[in-house]
């Protein structure tokens, strides 16, 4: 797997970059050659969040902790991400490795209850074509964390949603 690394508002220090790159390692058990990881840590203040991505076969795995240290808010993100596969290893199927997932699984189901998800409401709703600040506002005036529209220059869809930090997202496909 490779890694990218990215500190913002810090410069990562080479022991943790060292210890970062050999866990990140750990999850090439799960993964084909050709994924891609991307560690980000941001220092605010006194708390620090990691951000761990693995994108393979077209997939993103993705976990964020934050911790006083860098440290141990990346590895709880990555014990999040080998949660995530275990517990939704039947529907991964082949974006996955099968042996690597069985031998995880013994460890983390004494841990984790395994919880079944079903979808409570389905609804429909047009997609108006927009400006993202005019998708702001109306995400605003319906008091929702997230909106989807239709890109008044460009036709694409797209999300807008509220950031923890009060700031805003725009999530935009790539196909």
Do not use: C
């Amino acid at each position: 797997m490779k890694v990218k690394m990215l500190g913002r508002k810090v410069t990562l220090k080479q022991n943790f970059i060292d210890m970062a790159e050999k866990r990140m390692k750990k999850l090439d058990k799960f993964f084909d050659d050709d994924a891609e990881g991307q560690v980000t840590v941001t220092v605010e203040k006194d708390w620090q969040t990691a951000e761990v991505t693995v994108k393979s076969k077209g997939f993103y795995f993705r976990a964020e902790k934050s911790a006083p240290d860098m440290e141990t808010a990346f590895n709880d993100a990555v014990d999040l991400i080998v949660k995530q596969i275990v517990k939704n290893k039947e529907k991964l199927g082949a974006r996955i490795k099968r042996a690597a997932v069985e031998v995880e699984e013994q460890t983390i189901d004494a841990v984790f209850p395994e919880v079944d998800y079903t979808i409570a409401r389905e609804k429909r709703f047009t997609v108006e074509p927009l400006k993202v600040d005019e998708a702001v506002l109306q995400m605003e005036m319906l008091g929702h964390s997230f909106f989807i529209f239709q890109d008044i220059d460009t036709g694409e869809l797209k999300v807008i949603y509220k950031r923890r930090d009060g700031q805003y997202g725009l999530l935009i496909p790539e196909i």
